[in-house]
């Protein structure tokens, strides 16, 4: 009993790797965030592409969907593999500059900007199916509304469709940030110092789990407000929807018309 | 000032619309009538091309809009043509003012400071001085269609449609929208109107036009049409609306 709880609540050993496990932990907090912001720009341009208008633009939409397809199809921690390691050899042949295979930009290693890269391209993809989901939850009207003021597709879009799906889309993106922030373990692998990497140093010089047990807590302390957050901007939104006040109230299809004028003698709406 | 010649729309299996030939004149108001499925709302979205015609000519004002039609073309008519519709379709993240002065300040590039005045003097027109920051949940369904007559009207328009627009409104707030309507006519306004108001047609119309199975089965003044129809079809229909 006693080397279990040593084993994972060493205070003397959290005590001395605090501040190593606090770097980490940093490390992990900017890799999350920069990844978070850059996936979020990055899902949605991949959402508008798909869902562009017309029979010409039939390829980009179908290139849009199979990138989603493939990244949401493969192991993240492949990806990462792949692409630091194209990156590194790349620059090494003189295929692409030395920055771009090997980046250092802003004082930190390749390894966090190949993280960087690896989380972007695969959790663009999983919020782009999120913002799919939102901008198809909008009423068909809005965008006919839109259209019929004159404004193009994009304006539309940029105007009117995306600001309301983005309303609509807070708590599922925010539950993929979540899920973010926990992969970016993963790029310890490539050699990142992140508070995992840290702590399974710390296990392996000394035989204790402490330090990744400190690493877990700090999790917590991010991950479990930002859970209660989602559920309380989901109960919101419903409180809002059952009185009957929300968003879209009175503009949706949800609105039963008054029956007006002689029985329905054949389809309705046409 | 709009012209319809042969139009054809069908969806799948299923044709909407099957040769309609409509002429409005400039400043006149046009009513048309039918019940369910008549393809009235669908002559409408034919007109500001959200259903592109699969047959037949729309001219307006001169100018051929069907056929080869670019992206430009499309703007084009709806800037020209402004349209209502039975669900508001008010955009629910905006404020009244800002959905009256969205499109002319993305569209037509005009100043936000004039945009606004003219939303302002819009909104004003329809009632609606006191709401013009007013979100659309806020709004009873009255008032809410007014904002949508605003906005519509926000682009000057040459011709307004109507698709049934007091059709989802509880009775006691349909007068205040047809009483804009009617001021709108007054003004001189081009205007299809889809309704099943009879007394609006009567008192406003110019021309009533009554659509069954997507066709016109006839047409003519709202005397003629409403009080002595020719047409079988069109006395059962009345009939039926009548009785309610």
Same mark, same amino acid.
């Given at each position: 009993m006693d080397f279990i709880t040593n084993y994972y609540f060493d205070f003397g050993v959290m005590g001395d790797e605090f501040s190593r496990?606090?770097?980490?932990?940093?490390?992990?907090? /900017?890799?999350?965030i920069i990844s978070? @912001?850059?996936? +979020?720009?990055?899902?949605?341009?991949?959402?508008? !592409?798909?869902?562009l208008p017309g029979r010409a633009l039939a390829p980009v939409r179908w290139l849009t969907i199979a990138y989603i397809d493939v990244f949401r199809g493969v192991p993240l921690l492949l990806v990462l593999l792949l692409l630091s390691g194209f990156l590194s050899a790349a620059q090494f042949e003189g295929v692409i500059p030395r920055e771009l295979g090997l980046p250092t930009w802003f004082g930190e290693t390749s390894p966090?900007?190949?993280?960087?890269?690896?989380?972007? !391209?695969?959790?663009?993809?999983?919020?782009?199916?999120?913002?799919?989901?939102?901008?198809?939850?909008? *009423?068909?009207?809005?965008?006919?509304?839109?259209?019929?003021?004159?404004?193009?597709?994009?304006?539309?879009?940029?105007?009117v469709i995306v600001p309301q799906?983005?309303? /609509? @889309?807070? *708590? *599922?993106? +925010?539950?993929?940030?979540?899920?973010?922030?926990?992969?970016?373990? !993963?790029?310890g692998i490539l050699g990142a110092l992140d508070v995992v990497q840290v702590g399974f140093d710390v296990q392996t010089e000394q035989i204790n789990g402490s330090a990744l047990t400190l690493g877990a807590l700090m999790f917590?302390?991010?991950?479990? *407000?930002?859970?209660? !957050? @989602?559920?309380?901007?989901?109960?919101?939104?419903?409180? /809002?929807?059952?009185?009957?006040g929300g968003p879209s109230a009175g503009t949706s299809g949800d609105v039963e018309p008054r029956p007006a004028g002689p029985p329905a003698t054949g389809m309705a709406g046409a | 000032m &709009?012209? &319809? #010649?042969?139009?054809?729309?069908?969806?799948?299996? &299923? =044709?909407?619309?099957?040769?309609?030939?409509?002429?409005?004149a400039g400043g006149q108001v046009v009513c048309v009538l039918g019940p369910s499925g008549s393809g009235k709302s669908t002559l409408l979205r034919c007109i500001n091309l959200l259903e592109p015609p699969d047959r037949g000519r729309i001219l307006l004002e001169g100018r051929e809009i069907t056929g080869k039609t670019t992206a430009d073309d499309r703007n084009y008519v709806r800037r020209r043509v402004g349209i209502v519709f039975q669900q508001f379709n008010l955009f629910p993240h905006k404020t009244a003012l800002e959905n009256v002065s969205l499109a002319p300040q993305k569209v037509l590039e005009r100043q936000g400071a004039e945009a606004r005045g003219k939303a302002e003097a819009l909104l004003d027109r329809v009632g609606l001085s006191d709401k013009i920051n007013e979100y659309p949940e806020r709004l009873s369904g009255g008032q809410q269609q007014r904002v949508a007559i605003a906005r519509a009207l926000a682009m000057d328009p040459h011709v307004m449609l109507f698709d049934e627009v007091t059709s989802a409104l509880d009775p006691e707030l349909i007068k205040e929208v047809l009483d804009v309507m009617? =001021?709108?006519?007054? #003004?001189?306004?081009?205007?299809?109107v889809v309704t099943h108001e009879m007394g609006f047609a009567r008192e406003v119309g110019d021309q009533v036009v009554f659509m069954d199975g997507g066709v016109i089965v006839e047409q003519g003044g709202p005397a003629q049409v409403l009080d002595r129809p020719r047409e079988e079809r069109t006395k059962r229909f009345l009939g039926l609306v009548l009785e309610r």
């Open positions: 496990v606090l770097d980490g932990f940093w490390l992990t907090v /900017k890799l999350s978070g @912001v850059l996936s +979020l720009a990055w899902g949605l341009v991949l959402a508008v !592409l798909r869902q966090f900007w190949w993280g960087v890269m690896g989380l972007t !391209l695969t959790y663009g993809a999983y919020m782009a199916e999120v913002y799919r989901a939102g901008i198809e939850a909008v *009423p068909r009207g809005q965008m006919e509304a839109a259209r019929s003021l004159g404004m193009n597709h994009g304006q539309s879009m940029r105007f799906a983005v309303r /609509k @889309v807070i *708590p *599922p993106l +925010l539950n993929d940030f979540i899920a973010l922030m926990k992969d970016t373990s !993963l790029v917590l302390v991010i991950t479990i *407000p930002l859970a209660r !957050l @989602v559920d309380w901007l989901i109960a919101r939104q419903q409180r /809002k929807t059952e009185r009957g | &709009l012209r &319809l #010649e042969g139009v054809h729309k069908r969806f799948g299996d &299923l =044709e909407v619309l099957r040769g309609i030939d409509l002429d409005v009617r =001021e709108l006519a007054a #003004e001189g306004m081009t205007m299809v």
